[in-house]
């Protein structure tokens, strides 16, 4: 437990930003999880609309810092290709 005035207000900042970050990560997932089983199930208008909350999520996690620029281009693109490879 922190004694000093300023290490007491660092662990509450790091407590919130970690339970905020857990929140976005959360989303990400959710709606990967969505756009996955739609696309198992064959629902392409589904499947598209679950693809662009997907890339919303990953958006504004990276513009956030939660995750890095390059995982989220990364995860769009691989999630692009098996939407296209569904609808074809």
Do not use: H
Not at 47 to 52: C, H, K, L, P, T
Request: charged content about 35%; some cysteine; glycine content about 2%.
């Amino acid at each position: 437990m922190p004694n000093i005035k300023s290490a007491i207000k660092r662990q509450k900042q790091s407590v919130e930003r970690t339970a905020r970050n857990k929140v976005r990560k959360s989303r990400i997932t959710t709606a990967k999880r969505k756009m996955l089983t739609a696309i198992q199930m064959g629902d392409t208008a589904k499947s598209e609309s679950s693809y662009r909350e997907f890339c919303s999520a990953l958006d504004k996690a990276a513009k956030a810092g939660v995750i890095k620029a390059n995982r989220a281009d990364r995860s769009k693109a691989r999630a692009v290709k098996a939407l296209s490879k569904a609808k074809a």
